[in-house]
């Protein structure tokens, strides 16, 4: 796979206020004011955090070594009702570049205006749905009216604040459509005219930066064609044009976690690994994807998805530093910008070292510098390979990168940043019933609605994504006598309830991973010889986000019927019915200020373990620091939270994965959303759940008392050379373990330290055959009392050499206080 031409395509030039950048492009990189770049970004969506947490969260990614941060562009935050736009708040996405500009990074500016992203509905505004005729997403004249005309809203917008390097603002790429080539062929006719349409009113709009689709190989000139996924090394086949350079803009860090699932973790080693192949083939860019994911406040996420996003990325939910992952990271960043200039200048060959899953990929300038990386894609062995005249070790999906093609100065798995974790800090119980009171939500019968049909309506388009809720309700005269009764429900929605006279029946609910629906069936008390009221609660998890033909996707029920002794049934399909949409207290606004005293509010007594009950209490924010804040919902079931009006997103604690764990019981309350004292938390819980038992926690990166860890292999810097000639080390980059405690912590003790061949990890273990007798005391003097120390890996930092000949490791265990 070779992605190296030389044909050069002139994006603009020009001068419109201020300072102005040419942004080009050839078949090796971007090209910035004249100068190819190798571009590392990061995507940190404006929605998923908050205008307060911004600065730090750019900061800690421009320490990482991010030259770009990358976002989507959120069209039903931004135009909730067509032609009414919201910049505000969280929303304000021109303050978010801005903060960008001022600390010095650049700005990949992803409009879609289709974007999925785990947000709900793929960021398309509802009302889309009932615009005549619509379909989305192809060539439909009705849907590329309304995209262009939100999309020329946001370029016009980002023109008048001077925002496009062409104006000496930030903004270097921008995005049209994403990831159509996944469901194009659907469209069938409808589908290429659609692509060529988009890409065109994109250039048409003269931005002065270029354009990029991720996922279209057919994108047209000049739209650079992109990859997203994991492993864009093996997977891309590379730019559609000699005159497009090699941009990936999806690295996914992890993944994104539903309700139900498990966190996709993926390893330090394993991005590392991802990202040296793709530079190794000429790739240029790259966007991690995410950089930090945030939270899905209100009712944001899309269907099933955790109201925490890519918790797992280099910068946490919270916005702290995932350690190892942004430390190694980070180390790989410094490394390719000190060998920059030779990858993008050098000519690139690659030859197998003995196996189709091993290779050296080597990048020569004339003056005949070279760097070299040797690549293992083997997943599951171990090898060593003869490069030159010296031998490498590779362990599994591996990379190791070579200055002057000999001295080793990366190992995609050799991990020195040290490992750190997250835990509870203070805590702040809520078991006070006194504090406490409760509402509970009224159930309409079908004579208290006003909405009415003879069919099964489609729940989305009933609620018009107001509320996540719709109420089916119908009455019915029983004239079957004695004998029993079942309800049986089938719907297309995530949950259902039933209440029959009032009385609750039960719950299912549905999943991400199986997409048939859920089927309700209890049996039922009924009053024989008069009218029964049947009151059915849909529900749904956020809408889909991705797929073709999302204006036909149809949620809630699809079938209703009532068997008696196991035989007869009476069938309701085509019954009147009447319906509600959402609950009474979501109506009346009851979890802000001015909407609490429009309901009676009781007392807390007891544990009434009754669904469809609003709870709410005051407290005081936590004073003690500035670390993140949590609620802890382990006691409840299923809902939604709202702080001080503000909702900090859907809960679901109840739903376990298959580990009988839920997935998610920590929901962050940024910082701003609260004052001092006198807070108003309001919980609606649609299932049940105790209260009693929530507490407000705060989160830091380790307890009291923490150990720190690191280690550092001498392969590093020394690899086995036949020759038998030392190999020198350049850039100053000496094989090293840094111990950092958090904040406000200094090294107490030194648990463990080994200079030679020690096993084990940072939980488990032990000296090894080769040990330095005075590992321990090296590392004490160098580290005691400090809150930061570096240990350098060299034999004559520890004196004498223990074991002659053999490749050695330092490993350091520490406590902080």
Known sequence: MLWFWWCCLVVTSGFIGGYSSDVTYDGRSLIIDGQRKILFSGSIHYPRSTPQMWPSLISKAKEGGLDVIQTYVFWNLHEPQPGKYDFQGRNDLVRFIKEIQAQGLYVCLRIGPFIEAEWTYGGLPFWLHDVPGIVYRSDNEPFKNYMQNFTTKIVNLMKAEGLYASQGGPIILSQIENEYKNVEQAFHEKGPPYVIWAAKMAVDLQTGSPWVMCKQDDAPDPVINACNGRNCGETFAGPNSPNKPGIWTENWTSFFQVFGGKANIRSAQDIAFAVALFLAKSGSYINYYMYHGGTNFGRTGAAYVTTSYYDQAPLDEYGLIRQPKWGHLKELHSVIKQISETLLSGTRTNSSLGSDLQDAYVFKKNSGEGVAFLSNRDPKNHVKVQYQDSF????????????????????????????LTRSIGSSQKFNSAERWQQYQDVVPNYEDTSIRANMLLEHMNATKDVSDYLWYTFSFENKQSGGDAVLHVYSLGHVVHAFVNNKYIGVVHGSHDIRQGCALEYPIPLNDGQMNNVSILSAMVGLPDSGAFLEKR?????????????????????????Y??????????IYKDDGSGKVQWSSFTSFTNQPLTWYKRTFDAPTQNDDPVVLNLHSMGKGEAWINGESIGRYWVSFNNSDGVPSQILYHIPRSFLKPSGNQLVLLEEMHGDPLQISLDTITLSQPKCRVCGKVSHLHSSPLNLSGQTSRMLFGRRPKVQIKCPSRKTISKIVFASFGTPTGHCKKYAVGRCHSSNSKTVVEKACLGKSRCIITEWTNYFGKDPCPGISKRLRVVAECR
């Open 392 to 419: 490498y070790d590779l362990p599994p999906r591996t990379i190791v990168i070579l200055q002057d093609c000999r001295n080793v100065i990366f190992n995609t798995s050799k991990v020195s940043a040290q490992g």
């Open 554 to 578: 149809v949620a809630g029920l699809r079938d209703v019927y009532i068997q008696y002794n196991g035989k007869t049934l009476t069938r309701f399909t085509r019954h009147a019915w009447g």
């Open 580 to 589: 509600q949409v959402g609950l009474l207290g979501e109506k009346s606004l």
